[in-house]
């Protein structure tokens, strides 16, 4: 017999959800065990039947990693109850759900996968794996700006200082930033701390997968070369799920 699986890992790794989700799911009672109504913390025993509002949750065979250019207006859930998610809108014939958020306001790269360790390894924080955005802003970039959001900057609404970062000027009131860690709406309050309002923000890369000429709406699988080098940038990285409130876009 095999080793008992906790019931969020479970259904994670079944691809129904993150882990995140999976405990709400559980905390609701849409999740049975054998017929009994599932608590956090009750583990899986192979032959278990593990039901989600009556229909059977098996683990998916095939692992999934899709690229995707979100579009400014869709949200990164997998909520039905949201009009305009991005499950929904990607509408891909297998169940995926997204890695991590991107705000409904920014467009760009968002991934989308049925592997919940994959998804709690990339968007953990303490892995510090990088994420890079373009960002437009309502006024001149200047070397004083970039300098002082490259040092981390205090965000008064969060009571926290953003890690150092890389910045690089793009165009007059373009620049690039490369972060490692995700707080609530991070670039847009950085901005605000100096006085500059976001105009555009676009995520145009994850690790080394990057968007491309991928045509905004679209999206297409990873090629094996993509998944291999994302396998190999993440061994050593935490699965253990992002504490709630600290995953979100930018």
């Excluded at 300098?147 to 690089?168: A, F, I, N, Q």
Aim: proline letters at 4%; one cysteine or more; a positive charge.
């Amino acid at each position: 017999m095999g080793d008992p699986v906790r019931i969020n890992k479970y259904l994670s790794e079944a691809g129904l959800c993150s882990r995140r989700e999976a405990d709400r799911l559980v905390a609701e009672g849409s999740i049975t065990i054998n017929g009994k109504t599932a608590v956090n913390g009750d583990k899986v025993l192979p032959g278990d039947a593990v039901m989600y509002r009556g229909k059977l949750v098996s683990k998916e065979q095939e692992p999934v990693l899709l690229v995707v250019n979100k579009p400014v207006g869709i949200v990164c859930t997998a909520q039905k109850r949201e009009q305009n998610n991005l499950v929904d809108f990607v509408h891909y014939p297998k169940r995926v759900y997204p890695v991590g958020r991107l705000d409904k306001d920014s467009h760009g790269l968002i991934l989308m996968t049925n592997q919940g360790d994959l998804v709690n390894k990339i968007m953990r924080g303490s892995n510090r794996h990088e994420k890079e955005y373009l960002v437009k802003v309502d006024r001149e970039v200047t070397a004083q700006f970039l300098k002082k959001m490259s040092k981390g900057v205090y965000l008064k609404e969060l009571d926290r200082t953003t890690r150092p970062c890389r910045l690089e000027k793009a165009g007059k009131d373009t620049f690039r930033i490369i972060l490692t860690q995700g707080m609530n709406r991070q670039i847009r309050r950085m901005c605000e701390a100096f006085q500059y309002r976001v105009v555009d923000l676009k995520r145009v890369r994850i690790m080394d997968i990057t968007l491309g000429d991928l045509k905004e709406g679209a999206y297409r699988e990873a090629t094996q070369e993509e998944w291999d080098r994302l396998q190999e940038q993440l061994e050593g990285s935490s699965s253990a799920p992002v504490p709630s409130g600290r995953r979100h876009g930018r």
